[in-house]
T-cell receptor, first 115, second 111 residues
Framework: DGGITQSPKYLFRKEGQNVTLSCEQN?????MYWYRQDPGQGLRLIYY???????QKGDIAEGYSVSREKKESFPLTVTSAQKNPTAFYLC??????????????FGPGTRLTVT | AQRVTQPEKLLSVFKGAPVELKCNYS??????LFWYVQYSRQRLQLLLR??SRESIKGFTADLNKGETSFHLKKPFAQEEDSAMYYC?????????????FGQGTILTVHP
């Protein structure tokens, strides 16, 4: 079950600590995305990257940071500035510019709990 | 800015009954609409897109530009259809590939 992987599956942190969530893909996709999934609020876009060394803020980027140093990897850091970090985080990738550009492939998700 | 609205958080039907999951959107241009599905213990995955006009697992969805809707329909629901369903919009252009998702609808099909 490869394609796009996220680790760890569950993550626990104390309030005030930064934490980094991993996302790796072997689909050779240029674009990668981070979403946050909360009950009743659907999927909200945090950050996205359409190419290596470039990324843009999504709808709820405050308190988060990303990097895109390699095509395969798009780690997300949840900083202490994020007021409600406890959530389920989903990573996705897609291949813009191809006939499958519209289809996003999702990872299994990481559930982050901050206490 | 674009927006996708799914008015029903929860939807329950009995096996064999018709089901319709509602999706409305707001976007000034010509959008691409999709339905994604997340079955229990599985990843979120694409179910269908409006351009292909295909039927997947018995589901169909028609884009109604006049009503700005993209409702998902199935004439006879099955228990295995129970899942979270998300409607999504692609605004295209420089954002091609970037999707705006609705709030999601949890469908439960009772035996």
């Amino acid at each position: 079950d490869g394609g796009i992987t996220q680790s760890p599956k569950y993550l626990f942190r104390k309030e005030g600590q930064n934490v980094t969530l991993s996302c790796e893909q072997n689909l050779n996709h240029d674009a990668m995305y981070w979403y946050r999934q909360d009950p009743g609020q659907g999927l909200r876009l945090i950050y996205y990257s359409q190419i290596v060394n470039d990324f843009q803020k999504g709808d709820i980027a405050e308190g988060y940071s990303v990097s895109r140093e390699k095509k395969e990897s798009f780690p997300l850091t949840v900083t202490s500035a994020q007021k409600n970090p406890t959530a389920f985080y989903l990573c996705a990738s897609s291949a813009p510019g191809t006939n499958k550009a519209y289809e996003q492939y999702f990872g299994p998700g990481t559930r982050l709990t901050v206490t | 800015a674009q927006r996708v609205t799914q008015p029903e958080k929860l939807l329950s039907v009995f096996k064999g009954a018709p089901v319709e999951l509602k999706c409305n959107y707001s976007y000034s241009g010509s959008p691409e609409l999709f339905w994604y599905v997340q079955y229990s213990r599985q990843r979120l995955q694409l179910l269908l897109r409006h351009i292909s006009r295909e039927s997947i697992k018995g589901f169909t969805a028609d884009l109604n530009k006049g009503e700005t809707s993209f409702h998902l329909k199935k004439p006879f629901a099955q228990e295995e259809d129970s899942a979270m369903y998300y409607c999504a919009l692609n605004a295209g252009g420089t954002s091609y590939g970037k999707l705006t998702f609705g709030q999601g609808t949890i469908l439960t099909v009772h035996p």
